[in-house]
């Protein structure tokens, strides 16, 4: 079956206008245009608008998608074996927060009562859920699948007591590394190896092991990263960088 530019738009639930950028970009083009000059597409145009769409709700950019589906290597099935995972995670996800707030309400409505653990496990599951969005991909590059989700696992485990002490170690840390920017701190310093040592500890509550080279990093990656740089510069600009200097001097061999 062929479709129109208006009519392959309508179906997917998408604009015109976005067919046309990928048209521009080299994302997808249409089979062909008709004499009228209309761009006309075909099942194989469909089946890759569907990828990318795929791609899309899984948070990939543009680009990405692109030099993706033009390598050779691209392999449309592993690529949908692996969203569906994802779709599971987020299934997993709303179940588990559906459950929290159903037990919230009734609670609330004095029909039961909730553990505090029981408040937290939709919370914990959605920091995981929002992390895996934002750095699942670097992450996982960086340490591996295993260690990401045995991490992850370990997150789920925390007692409330322990995720309300890693909260508390992360505020502490990033107060200190303001504080410690203002004053032009050297990151060897004492003020510099105590952050050093509560990100450690911060890193415990989630980390199965620790290794001094795993620490650098993804200290590392902070200042490598601008998302990850953003956050910890969000009130003073230079605690990102602080914290990679912090962290090297901490794991160099005389420590």
Same mark, same amino acid.
């Given at each position: @079956? +062929?479709? $129109? ?8 639930? &998408?604009? $015109? ?8 970009? #080299?994302?997808?083009?249409?089979? /062909? ?6 761009? &006309? /597409?075909? %099942? ?5 608008? *569907? ?41 997993? *996800? &709303? ?8 037990? $919230?309400?009734? =609670?609330?409505?004095? &029909?039961?009562?909730?553990?505090? =653990? %029981?408040?937290? %496990?939709?919370?914990?599951?959605? @920091?995981? *859920? ?12 960086? /340490? ?56 450690? +500890? ?5 980390? $199965? ?28 600009? #230079? ?17």
């Amino acid at each position: @079956m +062929e479709y $129109t530019i208006q009519k392959l738009a309508k179906l997917a639930g &998408i604009t $015109t206008r976005a067919l046309r950028y990928y048209d521009g970009i #080299g994302l997808l083009h249409p089979a /062909y245009v008709n004499e009228s000059g209309y761009r &006309i /597409y075909g %099942e194989a145009e469909v089946d890759a608008l *569907q990828q990318i769409l795929l791609f899309r709700d899984m948070g990939m950019e543009l680009s990405k998608i692109k030099a993706l589906t033009s390598d050779a290597a691209f392999n449309r099935v592993d690529i949908l074996k692996e969203h569906l995972e994802v779709l599971k995670q987020r299934q997993q *996800q &709303i179940d588990l927060l559906i459950k929290n707030v159903n037990k $919230t309400i009734e =609670k609330e409505e004095g &029909i039961t009562s909730m553990t505090d =653990k %029981e408040k937290f %496990e939709g919370l914990k599951k959605e @920091m995981i *859920q929002e992390n895996e969005k934002k750095y699942g991909e670097e992450i996982r590059k960086s /340490y591996g699948a295993d260690e990401v989700d045995a991490s992850n696992a370990k997150m789920m485990n925390l007692t409330m007591e322990e995720y309300e002490k890693m909260k508390e170690t992360g505020k502490e840390i990033n107060s200190l590394l303001e504080e410690a920017v203002e004053k032009k701190e050297d990151p060897s310093g004492d003020l510099g190896q105590k952050i050093a040592r509560l990100h450690k +500890e911060w890193l415990s509550f989630t980390w $199965t092991h620790y290794s001094a080279q795993a620490h650098c990093g993804v200290a590392e990656m902070y200042v490598a990263d601008e998302r990850f740089t953003a956050y910890y510069d969000q009130n003073v600009k #230079g605690c990102a960088r602080f914290l990679r200097d912090a962290v090297r001097a901490f794991n160099q061999p005389e420590n």
